[in-house]
């Protein structure tokens, strides 16, 4: 049953520090997207990848986020530095282009 | 830019009574995706519709993609409490951009 992990599942960190969020594709899915979900925003999408080739990243804030894909089974969303309005939840889905499959997120908290 | 609406925004029923959400886009849809994510969990994939007035089932969920390709709805028939969550549309349109609606978040009273 192929799934799209993330790792790590929570995070705890304080203001100012690097966060690297991690997520494993569906083997054979060419599209990667990464959300954002808070409850005030609803669902935000930050980047999203086809090919490992980045398409659109207009939904991230660029001084401090990145996205990349190192190789077809890793995408990574770094934030440097992080804020306490940085505090969601981040999903990560793959997709053969669109039907989407969400990993479980990562539930990111900063103080 | 490209916006996806999605009416309402909540919806109450009693159990055993019908719903249906509408997802309306600015622009025109090459494809169509439905989600449903559960209160604490990950947006699940439904289905996802490419043809103009296309129509499919899955067992009491019936979704349709307009004629247009500028709207689609999502109804289900006799609720159950197994339905409640937010329910999404997602679309792309024909320049390659891809948004989510806000999404219809639906409660199902025993």
């Known amino acids: 049953d192929a799934r799209v992990t993330q790792t790590p599942r929570h995070k705890v960190t304080e203001m100012g520090q690097e966060v690297t969020m991690r997520c494993q594709p569906i083997l054979g899915h060419n599209t990667v997207f990464w959300y954002r979900q808070t409850m005030m925003q609803g669902l935000e999408l930050l980047a999203y990848?086809?090919?490992?080739?980045?398409?659109?990243d207009s939904g991230m804030p660029k001084d401090r986020f990145s996205a990349e894909m190192p190789d077809a089974t890793l995408a990574t969303l770094k934030i440097q530095p992080s804020e306490p309005r940085d505090s969601a939840v981040y999903f990560c889905a793959s997709g053969f282009p669109d039907e989407q499959y969400f990993g479980p997120g990562t539930r990111l908290t900063v103080t | 830019g490209q916006q996806v609406m999605q009416i309402p925004q909540y919806q109450h029923v009693q159990e055993g009574e019908d719903f249906t959400t509408y997802c309306n886009s600015s622009t025109t849809l090459s494809n169509i995706q439905w989600y449903k994510q559960r209160p604490g969990g990950h947006p699940v994939f439904l289905i996802q519709l490419v043809k103009s007035g296309e129509v499919k089932k899955q067992k009491r969920l019936t979704f349709q993609f307009g004629e247009a390709k500028k709207n689609s709805s999502l109804h289900i028939t006799a609720t159950q409490t197994t339905d409640v969550g937010t329910y999404f549309c997602a679309g792309r349109d024909y320049g390659q951009n891809f948004v989510f609606g806000p999404g219809t978040r639906l409660s199902v009273l025993p």
């Open positions: 990848f086809r090919n490992r080739a980045p398409l659109d």
